[in-house]
């Protein structure tokens, strides 16, 4: 199913595939929610909740679809996403489309109290109104649910957030490029807007802010796995810099994000939910333009400390026991063998957190995803001391023209 582009009229900041798609306020109100808006699709509306991943946020392992309570770690204390199913007690059902492109476009919930923005309304704000109408009528259809996730009310006095807003927060919805391509401007929209891709690529400051002057160049989190565990990850930087996604092509990317596997790398961690519960249910020609547009964003080559040449000796005789096999004497694998670690956005990434996450625990293949040979990679949390993974990391920070920082011991006793 296509989807028409040119819906859109004013641009907001530049946004984009990770992760976090929760409300964070339900309404707690009775009430009529108000007719469907003329000409609105519920099929196209289901595409676009697809697009904006709003099943994996709003789905809590082993509870009824959109029903919420899936949990966020935060440095001011857990959040838990909200009930978007029509139940009107403890879901949106009471919400009016008004309401809805409300929260979407300004962050404010029916009752007029402002959302967390774990909610990306920050990027919501991008897209068009006759999308949030398609919207509304698909999650009028969804079977209403009565559940309440734990409340985060008391996370944070939500006044304080019409202050956030004003110093971070700029409303408006996307606008067209006149000098680039239709397809640039779809990614654009997609990537920017439903995608919320900075929701994770992008780091954020002591406030939880994004900041822009360091936009898609990579950033840390924290998430709760299915074990209960919460795990430091790091979202690639998505640049075409030699540490994000320099050696990657349009159409690497594009058979990543339907397929969940390139010639340069296959999903695992938290972008298993994004390829699986998003991305792949996109048409064709909607990824090869966000695509394009990813390809086209532009950040610095790495500045800071990397792993001397004397540091990165002690893995070379574990890499090549441990890794040579799949990945190869050059680094750049084999499509019967293993993603390539030369190039590699996660391998070089600032944070070394996915890189050990992926040698301690093995890539978890997601259902309905298959890598093939790749699929084979052990876990080696009880194979190798943290030193040696520390020194095998180092090897492939160092080599095959990668740079990055040291990665230590302590570094990988974090990640256990």
């Known amino acids: 199913m296509g989807l028409p582009d040119g819906r859109a009229s004013r641009s907001g900041a530049l946004l984009g595939a990770l992760l976090l798609c929760l409300a964070a306020c339900g309404s707690g109100q009775k009430g009529g929610p108000g007719p469907v808006p003329a000409n609105a699709s519920a099929?196209?509306?289901?595409?676009?909740?697809?697009?904006?991943?709003?099943?994996?946020?709003?789905?809590?392992?082993?509870?009824?679809?959109?029903?919420?309570?899936?949990?966020?770690?935060?440095?001011f204390g857990p959040i838990y996403s909200t009930n978007i199913t029509p139940d009107a007690e403890t879901g949106i059902g009471a919400w009016s489309y008004a309401d809805l492109q409300r929260a979407m476009h300004e962050g404010v919930a029916r009752n007029g109290s402002h959302l967390f923005p774990a909610f990306p309304?920050?990027?919501?704000?991008?897209?068009?109104?006759?999308?949030?109408?398609?919207?509304?009528?698909?999650?009028r259809t969804l079977q209403p649910v009565r559940y309440t996730p734990p409340d985060n009310g008391a996370l944070l006095m939500r006044w304080t957030l019409a202050i956030w807003n004003r110093m971070f927060f700029t409303p408006g919805r996307f606008v067209a490029n006149p000098a680039r391509p239709a397809e640039w401007n779809r990614g654009a929209y997609l990537v920017e807007g439903l995608g919320h891709c900075s929701a994770c690529h992008t780091p954020r400051n002591s406030l939880l802010a994004e900041q822009p002057d360091q936009r898609y160049q990579g950033a840390a989190l924290q998430l709760e796995d299915p074990g209960g565990k919460v795990r430091r990850w790091y979202a690639v930087n998505l640049t075409s810099a030699?540490?994000?996604?320099?050696?990657?092509?349009?159409?690497?990317?594009?058979?990543?994000f339907q397929?969940?596997?390139?010639?340069?790398?296959g999903?695992?961690?938290?972008?298993?939910?994004?390829?699986?519960?998003?991305?792949?249910q996109l048409t064709p020609?909607?990824?090869?333009?966000?695509?394009?547009?990813?390809?086209?964003?532009q950040g610095p080559e790495y500045p800071g400390p990397v792993v001397s040449a004397a540091a990165a000796v002690p893995g070379a005789s574990i890499y090549k026991d441990r890794c040579e096999k799949c990945h190869g004497a050059s680094g750049r694998g084999g499509f019967f063998s293993g993603p390539p670690v030369a190039g590699s956005a996660v391998v070089q990434g600032a944070d070394p957190a996915s890189l050990l996450n992926v040698i301690l625990q093995g890539p978890a293949t997601p259902k309905g995803v298959s890598f093939g040979a790749w699929e084979t990679m052990q876990s080696y949390a009880e194979v190798l001391t943290d030193s040696q993974i520390a020194a095998v990391c180092n090897y492939m920070r160092a080599n095959w023209?990668?740079?990055?920082s040291p990665v230590s011991a302590a570094d990988v006793a974090r990640q256990r």
């Open 401 to 404: 023209g990668n740079r990055a």
């Open 285 to 297: 020609a909607d990824l090869h333009a966000m695509a394009v547009y990813v390809k086209s964003l």
């Open 121 to 139: 309304y920050t990027s919501f704000t991008v897209v068009s109104d006759a999308d949030v109408a398609d919207i509304y009528a698909y999650l």
């Open 267 to 280: 999903t695992f961690g938290p972008m298993n939910e994004v390829i699986v519960n998003s991305l792949r």
């Open 43 to 75: 099929e196209r509306g289901k595409y676009l909740a697809d697009a904006g991943n709003c099943g994996s946020c709003h789905t809590r392992s082993g509870g009824a679809p959109f029903t919420g309570g899936v949990r966020f770690e935060t440095p």
């Open 242 to 256: 030699k540490h994000g996604l320099g050696s990657w092509s349009v159409a690497d990317l594009a058979r990543y």
């Open 259 to 265: 397929t969940g596997v390139s010639a340069r790398a």
